[in-house]
C-alpha cells in the first residue's frame, strides 16, 4: 500500500480511538492505529482537538451500545469548536446493524463501517479532508494491516474472526460474519517479528480459537508433531507421516499445529489464547496444553450446567460431554486454572436447571468464571425463538448465587497457592508494588525489593516485563501478595 500525504509543512494530523469490548476489538484499534500512523497521523490524548476521532463498538450488551449513544452529544460539542473534525463509529454496532437502524441515532458520525472496512479508511479521509489524506490506495485484507501496539512485553494476535456457531443468544456471528481464519505464514511472521521485538508473551485471538484451520497448512514444519498430515510425525506414535497429497486435517488439528509451531520461538515465554469452544477442545489441543510455553490456564466458556438450556443455547454440546472434556484436560495438564463464562436466566431457565449450573461449578471447580444475566440482543435468534421470561430480580438472585459460589472456590484455590512460588509476568508497578498475572492468570502482587538497584532489576522500572519468582504469603478472591524470591521461574516442561 502506498499512501500519500498532504500536509508536507503542516503539523501532522491527529487521532483518537475510544475501544469499548473484547480484546479482538483492542487488537483492531491497534491495526487502526496502524493505519493511521502508516498515513501520518499521530495519536493524541486531546480528543477534543483530534482531526479524526474512531468509536470501536461492542454489541455484547445492550448498555455498550447505550453509551456510544450517549457520546454523541460530546462528539458534537467538540465539532462546534472544530467542525472539520472526523468521527468514526466502527466495530460490532454497524457490522450487525445491516439496516442502518442504530446509525440513525449516531448524528455526530461522519463515517459508520464495520471493522474489515478499515481497509477504505484512507479513501474516505481524503474524501472528507483532502488537505490531510490524498491515496486512495487500499490494503484488501484488513488483518494484514500491521497493528500499532503500545509498548509493551505482551502481545494480542488475532488468528481468527467471525463465527460459524450461531449460539442462540449471542450477535457475533451478525455483527463479525462467520469464521474467517488467518493464514499459518501471516500468523507466524508476525509472532517472529514480534518475538524479535522482545514481546514474551503472545495471546491469540479468535472467537472459538481452538476451531482455526488454515488454508496454508503446508506451512507447518515438517517436524511438527501435530500435523502428520503434512508429512511431519505422527502424534500417536512417532512414525513418519504421509506425504503428499495432504488430506484434510480433522477439527482443531490445525491449532494443535500452530501451538506447536509458537511453542519452537525462542524468546517466547509464554503463549496463551481465547476463547476456546467445548467443541473444538479435540484430543490433539487437549495434548497441546501440556506444551511448555502454554500458560498454566485455560478458558473454555460452558454457559449453563443444564441440558436442556444448552440444547435451546444451541451450544452443541452437553454437560456430559463438557465435563468430558475437562476430566481429559486436567489429565494433560494437572493443576491447570480453568475459567469460564456462565449466563444466568436464559429464557425458560427453571430454579432446578440452574442449579444444574451451579452443581457443574462445583463438580470442575473453576478458578474464575465471567456470569452475566442474559439480556436478549436484537438480531439473534433467541429474540425470535424465546420470550425473555425470568424476572429481572430472579435473573441478578441467580448471578448473585453464582457470584457467591464463585468467590468461595477462588477464595479456597487460592489460599491453597499460601507458601508456594509462582512465576508472575509483572506489568506495572503501583503504589510501591510490583504487579503482574501468573501463568494460571491470577493477578499477584508484591512489593518492590528493598534494595531495587541491585542488579537483576535495576530499579523499580526494571522490574516491569520481567517474569519473576514470587511466594505467595496471602491469598484474596482477586490477588495474591507475595514476596519476591528470584528472577526468571524456568519453563516448566510438562511433555
Ligand atoms: S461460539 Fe457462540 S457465543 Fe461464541 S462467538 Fe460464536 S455464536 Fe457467539
Not at 479521509?125 to 501496539?149: F, G, M, Q
Not at 451478525?174 to 517479528?193: K, P
Not at 525462542?266 to 497441546?288: C, F, K, Q, Y
Request: hydrophobic residues 35%.
Amino acid at each position: 500500500m502506498s499512501l500519500s500525504l498532504n500536509h508536507k509543512s503542516m503539523p501532522s494530523p491527529t487521532f483518537s480511538i475510544t475501544t469499548y469490548g473484547c480484546q479482538m476489538n483492542k487488537n483492531d484499534s491497534e491495526r487502526i492505529a496502524g493505519l493511521l500512523s502508516s498515513l501520518g497521523f499521530v495519536s493524541t490524548e486531546d480528543e477534543s482537538r483530534a482531526d479524526l476521532i474512531v468509536i470501536n463498538t461492542c454489541s455484547v450488551r445492550q448498555s455498550a451500545e447505550n453509551r456510544v449513544y450517549g457520546s454523541q452529544e460530546k462528539y458534537l460539542e467538540y465539532k462546534k469548536e472544530k467542525p472539520n473534525m472526523i468521527v468514526a463509529v466502527t466495530g460490532c454496532m454497524p457490522g450487525r446493524d445491516k439496516a442502518r437502524e442504530f446509525q440513525k441515532r449516531l448524528p455526530a458520525t461522519d463515517l459508520y463501517f464495520p471493522t474489515p472496512d478499515m481497509v477504505h479508511l484512507p479513501k474516505w479521509i481524503a474524501e472528507l479532508r483532502p488537505d490531510l489524506v490524498n491515496s486512495t490506495d487500499l490494503e484488501s485484507d484488513y488483518l494484514k494491516i500491521h497493528p500499532l501496539r503500545a509498548p509493551s512485553v505482551q502481545a494480542y494476535v488475532t488468528i481468527q474472526t467471525g463465527c460459524n456457531k450461531f449460539c442462540t443468544y449471542c450477535v457475533v456471528p451478525y455483527a463479525r460474519g462467520l469464521e474467517r481464519n488467518r493464514s499459518v505464514a501471516d500468523i507466524l511472521q508476525e509472532c517472529r517479528e514480534l518475538v524479535a521485538h522482545g514481546i514474551i508473551e503472545i495471546t491469540l485471538l479468535g472467537q472459538t480459537v481452538n476451531s482455526f484451520r488454515t488454508s496454508d497448512p503446508e506451512n507447518f514444519s515438517s517436524e511438527n508433531p501435530f500435523c502428520h498430515s503434512c508429512g511431519g510425525r505422527n502424534p500417536s506414535d512417532g512414525s513418519p507421516g504421509l506425504a503428499e497429497p495432504r488430506p484434510r486435517m480433522t477439527n482443531g488439528d490445525h491449532f494443535a499445529a500452530l501451538l506447536w509451531e509458537l511453542n519452537q520461538l525462542d524468546g517466547l515465554e509464554r503463549l496463551h489464547w481465547t476463547a476456546a469452544h467445548p467443541l473444538s477442545m479435540s484430543d490433539e489441543v487437549i495434548a497441546a496444553l501440556a506444551l511448555p510455553k502454554q500458560v498454566n490456564y485455560l478458558h473454555l466458556p460452558v454457559q449453563s450446567g443444564s441440558n436442556d438450556v444448552l440444547r435451546r443455547m444451541n451450544r452443541k454440546y452437553t454437560r456430559e460431554q463438557y465435563l468430558e472434556k475437562i476430566a481429559k484436560i486436567k489429565a494433560a495438564r494437572p493443576g491447570i486454572a480453568l475459567g469460564t463464562d456462565i449466563i444466568v436466566g436464559f429464557p425458560g431457565e427453571t430454579r432446578e436447571q440452574f442449579a444444574e449450573t451451579l452443581s457443574l461449578y462445583r463438580e470442575v471447580e473453576f478458578d474464575v468464571s465471567y456470569n452475566a444475566q442474559y439480556s436478549p440482543r436484537s438480531g439473534t435468534l433467541g429474540v425470535k425463538l424465546y420470550q425473555d421470561d425470568i424476572p429481572k430480580e430472579e435473573k441478578r438472585e441467580r448471578w448473585d448465587d453464582l457470584q457467591a459460589l464463585m468467590e468461595d472456590i477462588t477464595l479456597k484455590k487460592n489460599q491453597a497457592l499460601i507458601g508456594q512460588t509462582v512465576s508472575v509476568l509483572v506489568d506495572r508497578i503501583d503504589h510501591g508494588f510490583a504487579i503482574g498475572n501468573s501463568r494460571e492468570m491470577k493477578l499477584v502482587r508484591f512489593p518492590l525489593p528493598k534494595n531495587p538497584l541491585d542488579p537483576p532489576y535495576q530499579g523499580e522500572a526494571g522490574l516491569v516485563g520481567q517474569i519473576v519468582h514470587v511466594r505467595v504469603t496471602d491469598a484474596k478472591a482477586w490477588v495474591l501478595t507475595g514476596e519476591l524470591v528470584g528472577k526468571k521461574i524456568p519453563v516448566l516442561n510438562f511433555s
